[in-house]
């Protein structure tokens, strides 16, 4: 007996270094603005409503025209589906959004499918393939970046982050359960492959 309850409290610390481990991992790509010339900025969706981009997917696309703007990138690719009923997708509405600030249309790709993160990144690949751009950045929100970086390298991509630095993903009120919603995210997909279904940001 004695036995087994070290046995067990072994793999029960091993479990909490690597759930902690993972944290901080997240925490600190989070952290991180990776801003090096690529290929393309590609913008993870959120929620739009009949085309107006919501106020979390317009602090990321708002931070993406500051990239393209800044020469980091020579296009930005908008990614995300709709739900049923919706009249655009979120990878249109981005699109969209971005070009009423002034980026030239020429500039920009939409793609309109995915449900989830990992969907959708495996949507845009055959997109960014076809058009030989490996090297992006990634552009979502601090906790989110971690999950998504790991997604778009194993899909075969270059990647930097460079996350969002204002609006609702980053406020004190959200970030640590955001932080800690993304963490068990990672495990679920490191250890499975797919998505988590974990639900909707916390935001």
Excluded: K
Excluded at 145 to 151: P, V
Aim: hydrophobic share 45%.
């Amino acid at each position: 007996m004695r036995t087994l309850l070290r046995y067990l409290g072994g793999v029960a610390l091993v479990g909490l270094l690597v759930v902690v481990g993972t944290w901080v991992r997240v925490g600190q790509i989070g952290d991180r603005d990776e801003r090096a010339a690529a290929d393309a900025v590609v913008v993870l969706g959120a929620a739009q409503y009949d085309g107006d981009p919501s106020p979390v997917f317009r602090a990321r696309l708002d931070h993406a025209a500051e990239l393209y703007r800044a020469g980091v990138a020579p296009r930005i690719v908008t990614i995300g589906g709709g739900q049923a009923g919706d009249a655009t997708t979120e990878g249109q509405s981005g699109a969209d959004y971005l070009a009423g600030t002034g980026i030239e249309e020429s500039a920009l790709t939409a793609v309109g499918q995915g449900g989830d993160t990992l969907a959708s990144l495996r949507a845009a690949a055959p997109v960014l393939a076809a058009n030989g751009w490996s090297r992006v950045v990634l552009v979502t929100d601090p906790a989110h970046s971690a999950r998504s970086a790991l997604m778009a390298r194993d899909l075969g991509w270059v990647v930097q982050t460079s996350p969002v630095r204002e609006g609702p993903a980053v406020r004190d009120g959200v970030r640590t359960e955001y932080r800690l919603r993304e963490t068990l995210g990672v495990l679920y997909y490191r250890v499975t492959g797919g998505s988590s279904g974990i639900g909707a940001p916390v935001l």
